[in-house]
């Protein structure tokens, strides 16, 4: 029977991880439909990035509340891994408490991660109570409604669940080691699950072993249920903050990158020994599709975590405007998604003819005034403004859609080398009468 179990256990753990990694896979396939990028500069200042913004959480703590109980969460979440470490080991080879031969360490470690979980439970209701009772006003905008609210509801839920059914194991394990049962060696310290015991001290040893056994297949089953609902979830930032706080873009906030192609074209106007006359013309000005965009936009898109604070830093949302920055990043997740299983159905070289402006409209990209409230407000270092400035790119130079105001300006830019209705030689007129 034992090797039954083991071999169960196994088959089990296996296939989650296939099915795991056949997602990753696909997600990491998606991010790369996007432009290749060069970024390996400033290794070191990537590095300070990743674990000072990733790591560190130094941007979550600007909201002290929300930043405070995301830092139990997220604590819980890598340090409570440990105890499954230990849960991993005894499935493969039949033990119980592996690491108990650690002796007071392992006392204290036990100890801690129940407190840990013990808090986890405790955020994960107030994160619910803040969503629902509270309802603080950025999770209940347009975007958020019907999978994206649910997702974050299930991802809390099922942190509650799983942080319940570990401490109901140890109170049970416990039980088990005061009754020197087989098997269940006398180790932990449960300042939490000791509490709990009263639920169990009435039943047999025997159904004991039966509850123990209940609750700690539970316990692992959902840890590998959740291991591969993460990939379809907001939730997958746990895993991509990292890379894409490293990839981060270096420069400047106000800095914008200019297309090269154009810059070339005003040297030949203006400075035709500044310009290289091979330059080929582009073949596109500016973002179509996901495929126009730099692969680290992607990343991004797939790294959001949807809480809004880039929505509720952004001025012209604030002012009633269409625009969303979350918006901005759900969508081209989205897309990049639907694109992928397009290719997946019909070939790697087939595009379905649809366009990321498909999902977002020019009143939206229009209404962005390129502050960067939203990437200084994101906590893992989003940039949903490279994705709206180069989709504006796109519909001014491919489509001419733009404001009135914009194309005069543009004319008279193209005509008199300035914004305003003067021909050069007309533009000193004003300081004669100085």
Known sequence: MQYLSQLIFVIVLVVAIYFFINKIKTIRRNIFFGRDQELFDNKTQRWKNMLRVALGQSKMVVRPVAGFFHIVIYVGFVLINIEVLEILIDGVFGTHRVLSFLGPIYNLAIGFFEILAALVFLACIIF???????????????????????????ILIIEMILMAALLKMNAVD???QSRSADHYVVAGSFPISQYLTVLFTGFDTSILVIFERVFWWFHILGILFFLNYVPYSKHLHIFLAFPNTWYARLKPAGEFDNMPEITNEVNLMLDPSKADPTMPPPEKFGVNDVTDLNWTSILGAYSCTECGRCTSSCPANITGKKLSPRKIMMDTRDRAEELGKAKDKNGKEFHDGKSLHDYISQEELLACTTCNACVEACPININ????????????????????NEWALMNSNIENNQAPWQFSPSDRANWTKEI
């Open 174 to 176: 416990q039980l088990l």
């Open 384 to 403: 949903p403004l490279e994705i709206i400035y180069q989709m504006r790119q796109y519909q001014t130079l491919e489509k001419s859609a733009m404001p």
């Open 128 to 154: 619910l109570t803040r969503r629902f009772i509270t309802r603080i006003p950025r999770f209940h905008s347009a975007e958020m409604k019907g999978w994206a609210t649910a997702d974050a509801t299930y």
